[in-house]
C-alpha cells in the first residue's frame, strides 16, 4: 500500500470531477482513482486482451477493477486467466460518509457519518462469486480499505430514498492482498476453535450469520476450510 500514490491518484481524479460536476461522468470515482493509483498513465488502461478490455494493463500482468457484483468478472475472468497474471482489485468502504446537496443549487444541506462501518471480512465474502478461481496461481486479490463520501440527492417525489450520485474516495487506511491458501488463511481470527460453526466465527469476526456462511465459503474454495461434520443442527468446520 502506498498512501502517497493513492493520495496523488485521488487529487488528481477527484480535481476533474469537482470541476467537471459529481455525477456527469460514465465512469464512477472510485472506480477511476482506483484505476489511477494501479495504472498511472492513460497508454495503461483500457486496454484490449483476450476478447476482452481490461482495465489496466503492467508488468504485473492485468489489474481489473469491480467496486461490486464480482460475479460480472466470471467470464473475464476464465477467459485471462489462463493467459497472464490478474489481479482483481475490490474496493470496501470502512468508513462512509453521507453528503445531501440540494437538487437545484447544489448546497451542502447536510454530511453525517454512516453508523454502517465494512471491513476485510465483507470483501472475502464477496469473493464467493467469484470462488472458481481463487486457487489459480495467476490470480491476485487486493482488498484496498476506504474512507469515502457519497453525495446524495434528498428523497423527493417517486424517490422515497434519496438518489445517490457517486461516491469520493478520502483516504485508504489498508490493502490485504491475498495470493494463495496462507494469505486467506492469515487472515483468521485467534481464538478460532480447532473445530467451530459459522456462528462462532461471525461472533469472533464481528459480522452476521449470513457474511459468516459465505466466508466461509470462500475460504472452503481456496482451500483454507473444510467441512468436519456437525454440531446439533450446525455445520462444523476446521482448517486444513
Known amino acids: 500500500m502506498d498512501r502517497a500514490a493513492f ?23 472510485v472506480h477511476a482513482v482506483l484505476k489511477e493509483y494501479y495504472g498511472g498513465g492513460d497508454e495503461s488502461k483500457e486496454i484490449a486482451v483476450g476478447g476482452f478490455v481490461a482495465d489496466v494493463v503492467c508488468e504485473d500482468g492485468i489489474v481489473e477493477i469491480q467496486t461490486r457484483a464480482l460475479y460480472r468478472l466470471d467470464r473475464k475472468l476464465t477467459a485471462l486467466l489462463p493467459l497472464c497474471r490478474v489481479t482483481v482489485v475490490y474496493p470496501v468502504e470502512q468508513e462512509k460518509y453521507l453528503l445531501t446537496i440540494d437538487p437545484d443549487s447544489g448546497e451542502l444541506l447536510s454530511r453525517r457519518k454512516s453508523p454502517k462501518k465494512m471491513g476485510v471480512w465483507h470483501g472475502i465474502a464477496e469473493l464467493y462469486s467469484i470462488r472458481g478461481h481463487l486457487t489459480d496461481e495467476n490470480l491476485t486479490v487486493r482488498l484496498p480499505l476506504l ?10 417525489g417517486r424517490y422515497k430514498r434519496a438518489k445517490k450520485l457517486d461516491k469520493l474516495p478520502l483516504s485508504i487506511t489498508d490493502e490485504p492482498v491475498l495470493h494463495g491458501a496462507e ?4 487472515l483468521l ?4 476453535p480447532d473445530k467451530f460453526t459459522a456462528a462462532e466465527m461471525a461472533k469472533l469476526c464481528r459480522i452476521n450469520a449470513e457474511t459468516a456462511r459465505k466466508c466461509i465459503g470462500t475460504l472452503r474454495a481456496a482451500g483454507v476450510l473444510r467441512e468436519c461434520g456437525k454440531r446439533g443442527r450446525c455445520k462444523l468446520w476446521e482448517k486444513l
Open 189 to 192: 481470527p485467534e481464538g478460532l
Open 183 to 186: 494469505d486467506y488463511a492469515a
Open 7 to 29: 493520495e496523488q491518484a485521488r487529487k488528481k481524479i477527484t480535481g476533474d470531477r469537482v470541476r467537471s460536476g459529481i455525477g456527469t461522468l460514465g465512469e464512477k470515482t
Open 147 to 156: 474512507t469515502v463520501e457519497e453525495t446524495r440527492l434528498p428523497a423527493a
